[in-house]
């Protein structure tokens, strides 16, 4: 796998032996990771790259886990993130959980349960862009419906004036005498302007068109006794 195509996390521990550790670990995995002490140059780094995951320890210094998050929410409130923290006391953690963080892990926490955090973390990521993926196609569908809408709308209007002047030009050569050549004209002029079908399985054609055709069918008779 390229480094282009890893999955890219950012890790912020100020425990030098567990961060060394647990990079080690997770560059094994085929993760790209990118290491640092504390929240302020994990800051640094988010508005240099973009990252996967963010792994975040919540005593750090500096800048803390806390304070890093918010400001992290801040720029991407879809940032996934991961606390790990020496906290386990109920309302510190529903603190932690109103930061908009994905999970936390106290530690230590067994390298095991790490790595299947990160993996639920990205599951849950993926599904994320996918239902994402599907608003953007569905805004698209109806954004299509609308303009397709908008332009049969158009189109009709369009061709309805121009029907009116194709029916006056045929209404004249009606009183000329050219009643089969106006009838097969309005014929043509019927197959394009039906349009779509109701609900009945009909066409429905501008009442103009069938009295104009009435009376061409009554004078193209006529002219056919005499």
């Excluded at 890790?11 to 080690?24: I, K, V, Y």
């Excluded at 189109?155 to 029916?167: D, K």
């Excluded at 009909?202 to 002219?223: A, E, H, M, T």
């Amino acid at each position: 796998m390229t480094e282009q195509n890893k999955i890219k996390i950012l890790f912020a521990e100020d425990d030098p032996d567990f961060r060394e550790t647990l990079t080690e670990i997770l560059t094994d995995n085929n993760y790209q990771v990118v290491a640092v002490e504390n929240g302020k140059q994990a800051e640094e780094h988010i508005y240099r790259e973009s990252f996967d995951l963010y792994l975040i320890d919540y005593n750090m210094p500096v800048v803390d886990g806390a304070q890093f998050v918010s400001r992290l929410k801040m720029k991407d409130p879809q940032a996934i993130v991961i606390m790990l923290t020496g906290v386990n006391e109920a309302d510190k953690i529903v603190n932690l959980m109103k930061l908009g963080i994905f999970d936390y892990l106290v530690k230590p926490s067994k390298i095991e349960v790490i790595e299947n955090t990160i993996t639920n973390a990205l599951n849950f990521k993926k599904t994320l862009e996918e239902q994402y993926e599907r608003k953007l196609q569905s805004a698209k569908e109806i954004q299509d419906r609308v303009l397709w809408n908008e332009y049969k709308k158009n189109a009709l209007e369009s061709t309805t004036s121009v029907t009116r002047e194709v029916l006056e030009n045929m209404r004249r050569n009606l009183l000329q005498g050219s009643g089969l050549g106006s009838q097969l004209s309005i014929i043509n002029l019927i197959d394009v302007m039906k349009g779509e079908k109701d609900e009945d399985g009909k066409y429905r054609i501008s009442g103009d068109i069938l009295d104009l055709l009435i009376g061409n069918s009554v004078f193209s008779q006529k002219q056919l006794t005499t």
